[in-house]
């Protein structure tokens, strides 16, 4: 079946950039996404890639896709202590309206 | 619009007690989900439903029912809850039109 990684932990100055990586292993996953889940709350969509694309940018969010090593990658510039949250990455095969595999997700800690 | 909303926030069982988990969406969602969600490992499918008076089995289905009263509702049961089944349960759904699962706030549940 299909399998999402991710490493459990990352700590980061505030100010510098984050970069948190998954590796999933479905071949046919065309949209990958990331998701955000806040203390006490539910998650939230980031943003999503088209499995076509390799890097798309949205203000301070880079995501890049490199499909031939199925690897993932966020990228989170001028990192704030609102950014501290879990990241989870997942994966589908279709658009919309379709049952998501989920990461183990990253726990991202700012450092003041 | 309230999105997606679970009741109740958090629960005590005791081992063998039941209980049903509520969720309920105003989006007009064709489809709805139950997660799981446990440190360490993500959160993983328990049941879903892509439409009204469908659900399916997901990766961790043993131990749950679930039923898709309609349109809006779909709810969780644990007809005798075990202490393996302490964890936080989100509820999610999605429609065609966005590429994204919505989701509820969540329950805490604690099986003593």
């Known amino acids: 079946g299909e399998d999402v990684e991710q490493s459990l932990f990352l700590s980061v100055r505030e100010g510098d950039s984050s970069v948190i990586n998954c590796t999933y292993t479905d071949s046919s996953s065309t949209y990958l996404y990331w998701y955000k889940q806040e203390p006490g709350a539910g998650l939230q969509l980031l943003t999503y890639i088209f499995s076509n694309m390799d890097m798309k940018q949205d203000q301070r969010l880079t995501v890049l896709l490199n499909k031939k090593d199925k690897h993932l990658s966020l990228r989170i510039a001028d990192t704030q202590t609102g950014d501290s949250a879990i990241y989870f990455c997942a994966e589908s095969r279709n658009f919309g309206n379709e049952k998501l595999t989920f990461g183990t997700g990253t726990r991202l800690t700012i450092i003041p | 619009n309230a999105g997606v909303t679970q009741t109740p926030k958090f629960q005590v069982l005791k081992t063998g007690q039941s209980m049903t988990l509520q969720c309920a969406q105003d989006m007009n969602h064709n489809s709805m989900y139950w997660y799981r969600q446990d440190p360490g490992m993500g959160l993983r499918l328990i049941y879903y439903?892509?439409?009204?008076?469908?659900?399916d089995k997901g990766e961790v289905p043993n131990g749950y029912n679930v039923s898709r009263l309609n349109k809006r509702e779909f709810s969780l049961r644990l007809e005798s809850a075990a202490p393996s089944q302490t964890s936080v349960y989100f509820c999610?759904?999605?429609?065609?039109?966005?590429?994204?699962?919505?989701f509820g706030p969540g329950t805490r549940l604690t099986v003593l």
């Open positions: 999610a759904s999605s429609g065609f039109v966005e590429n994204e699962q919505f």
């Open positions: 439903s892509a439409s009204e008076g469908t659900t």
